[in-house]
Every structure is written in C-alpha cells, then in structure tokens.
C-alpha cells in the first residue's frame, strides 16, 4: 500500500511526500530494491534533474551525517544504510553517502542495492578501475553477470596491462561459465537472474538468500532446497557455492569445506576467489572452536593461544600456496604481506609489500604498511620518506590518510624530530581530535611549552 502511494505521489511530483513513504517501507525491509530504486528517482527528481547518473557527484563528505554512518557501519549496517539515505534525501549526488550506501549494502549482502550507487558513482569516475571491478562484482552477484562481463572487457581493452582488471574480467568470465547451464537467457546481454524466475516464490527465495543474516529457519529451507536441486543439477556449481555459504553461516565448517572440495575438483576449480572463500571458512572454524572453549577452565590462555597460533600457521601457509598458484597476483602478494606482518616476519613482508606497491589499488596501503616495516626495523629516515610519498598519492583526507600523517609523525618523534612530528599531529587534531592519542600528544607537547 505504501508503495503504491509512493508512486502516485512520485507522478504527481510530490516528491518529498514519496520520499517519505518510500522510507518507510525501508526502514522495515531493507532489501527491497525496486522500491530503494524508486526511492533513488523520487531523490533524483526532487533535486532537480532527472540525469541523476550524468550529473556531477558532490564531494561534500563533512557532512555529521557520514561520520556518524561510518561508525554504525560495523555495529549495525542497517542503520548505516538508513543515515545514508537521509543524506541522499537532500542531496542525491552526495558520493560519501553513495560510497556508505555501498559499504552498508555490501555489508548485509544486497548486491543489487550497492550495485544501484556503484553505478553512480562508477558513471562519474569512468577510469577508476577499482570502482569498476566493485560495479561489476556486484552486477555479478545480482545474477547479471554478461552485463558485468562486458564492463571489465570494455575496460581491459583501454588499459591491457593492468593485471587485477585482467585477474577480475577472468573470474567473471569464470562464474558466467559455472551458472551458463540453465540460465541462456543471461547471454543476450539483456537478461538477469529475475527475468528467469519460474514465479514470485522463488523470486522471494533470491531475495532471501541475499541477506546477511539469515534466520535458522530461513538458512535451512534453503539448504534443503538446494540439497534437493543439487540431485537433478550435481554440475551446478553455483549451487555448491551457495551451499558452502550456507553451511558456513550455520557453523557446519566440514560439510562447507566438503562442497568446496567438490567446486575445486572441478574444470572451474582454478581460482583465487574460490581459494580465499575456502580459506576464510577455515579461519572462521578456528575462531568458532575458540569461542567454544570456558573462559573459566584453568587452561583457558593455553588453548586460546594455541588455536591462535594454529589459526595464523594455516593462514600464512594457505596464502603461500596461493602465492605459488598464482604468482602474478599483486592482491594475494598483498595478503601474505599483511599475514609476514602480523606474524613478525618483518624482512618476508617487506619483500611482498615492494612488489603488491605495482597494484594500483592497494599501491598506499602496501606503503603504509612498508614504512612501519622499516620503522620497526629501525630505519625511520627510509620510513619517513614511505610515508611522504604514499601522504602525496593520496588526495582525500580520510581514514587511511589520518593513519599515514600519525605513523609519519611517530617515525619522527624517533628520530627526535618533535616540532616535524608535532606538525603531523596538529594536522589530524585539527580535523578529528579523537583519533588515536592525538589529543594527548597535543596537551603533552603545549604543556612542555607552558
């Protein structure tokens, strides 16, 4: 009923009045995406213009509103999606809140909901590569995978030599051959994963699956209902994926690991995102066996570490046989870097990081992570000058920058530089004097000045 109002009131140019109802209806069911895409028209228009995706996005990202949906993001992505929305309500084109609309999305498994502001913002930034490999991702997972498919190769062809566009376009072009059986309808380019649903219960089902948080009851229909179609279709590997999922989300880690053994005994079975799911399963047992044990027995400590230790030798020797797979992967040499790291194993990270520094999309962060290298290696000048030529490379002053003006400041409070290292410090109090010990440092530094 509300959204049929909602759509008489959007043709009577009543916009805020179809705002309204359209909100509505979201706030109690989030993952309804055509009435979220109605929503997006209604702000659309309201603001003016109906070439939403042709205008200019705003880079207003100050707004109270973003910071206070960033930190709802870990805690509940739904009220992160929510604030999103109140900010799009009156300024549609707002990119931070189209990028928190995609985190949120992302986050409770709506793929066509971050799809809807990917493609925004993707539109904008047609030359931004890794925006595009999200775009296409979440095409995919909404089942329109030729779509997503014809984006990436569009985009390989302008630039050839940029190894994970080229890794991405095959893992598309990877799972439109597992779901190909069934489902031709999708290889004219103009169909999706709806256009083939044999009714609305089975829409209703998709819609189901794409939640985060699937009830018990839910969780187990659909695994009895794969289980069943996986009798007539054992060749459909997307079905095992989903079912891997399943089980996973249900804390069956063995039987999720048995369909992922299934998946890579298979022609399609050569893949690094298969790997990664497989790995992340495991990773996610070990830290189910860890919340299983009594914090009160009196070996508690012991076994915590041990599984903790365990957790991290799995993680480090999985990610260098992937290594060993696929040895010009710049985004798993990325990985095994950041696991070096976290294991102490400073000299092996360093190695790793200079090579994933080649990947565009992970250039920074793999120059953060270089400069701590060195810096806990005692080699602040080489660190400094990591952390100022990766502070150059990044425009935006937002999380990842906060991060790489502190560390650079620490690197020159060690080397007894303080007026350098407390200009760094300044620099963040002066936009976010809650991050870290900023605000320490700051009172400890004026008040040594009187």
Partial sequence: ??????????????????IDLFGQVLAKEPALYEIRKALRKAQARKSGGGGFFKKMLSTAGSS??????????????????????????SDPSNAAAHRLVVEAATALEMP?????????????????????????????????????????????RAFPTDQDLGQALK????????????????????????????????????????????????????IQEYEARLKTEPKNLKLLRDLADLYTQKKQFDRALAYYEQIKSSEAGADAGL??????????????????????????AERTAKLEADKQAFQLAECQKRVERFPTDLQIRFELGQLYFQAGKIGEAIQEFQRAQANPHRKIKAMNYLGQCYARRGMNELATRTFEGAIKEKLIFDDEKK??????GCALEKMGKREEAKQQFET???????????????????????
């Fill in 171 to 222: 893992n598309i072009s990877a799972r439109k051959t597992m779901v190909k059986g069934g489902y031709e309808a999708l290889a004219d380019g103009t169909g999706s994963y709806r256009d083939i649903l044999k009714d609305k219960e089975e829409a209703v089902a998709l819609e189901q699956q794409q939640r985060q948080v699937k009830t018990e009851d839910t969780a187990e229909r659909l």
């Fill in 112 to 156: 066509r909901t971050a799809a809807l502001s990917l493609e925004i913002l993707a539109g904008n930034s047609p030359k931004d590569r890794e925006l595009a490999i999200k775009f296409a991702n979440a095409l995919a997972d909404s089942g329109e995978i030729v779509r997503a498919e014809k984006i990436l190769a569009d985009l390989y």
């Fill in 403 to 408: 991060e790489l003006v502190y560390n650079l």
């Fill in 1 to 18: 009923m509300l959204y049929t109002k909602g759509n008489d009131a959007l043709q009577r140019e009543n916009f805020d009045y179809a």
């Fill in 64 to 89: 109270p509103l973003v910071a206070k949906g960033k930190l709802a993001l870990s805690k509940d992505p739904a009220e992160a999606l929510h604030i999103a929305e109140q900010i799009l309500n």
């Fill in 275 to 300: 790997d990664r799911a497989r790995a992340d399963t495991v990773s996610r047992q070990f830290d189910h066996q860890i919340s299983q044990l009594d914090a009160a027995a009196p070996d508690y």
């Fill in 428 to 450: 963040i109090y002066g936009t976010d004097s809650t991050y870290r010990d900023v605000a320490k440092k700051m009172d400890e530094y004026y008040g040594q000045q009187g």
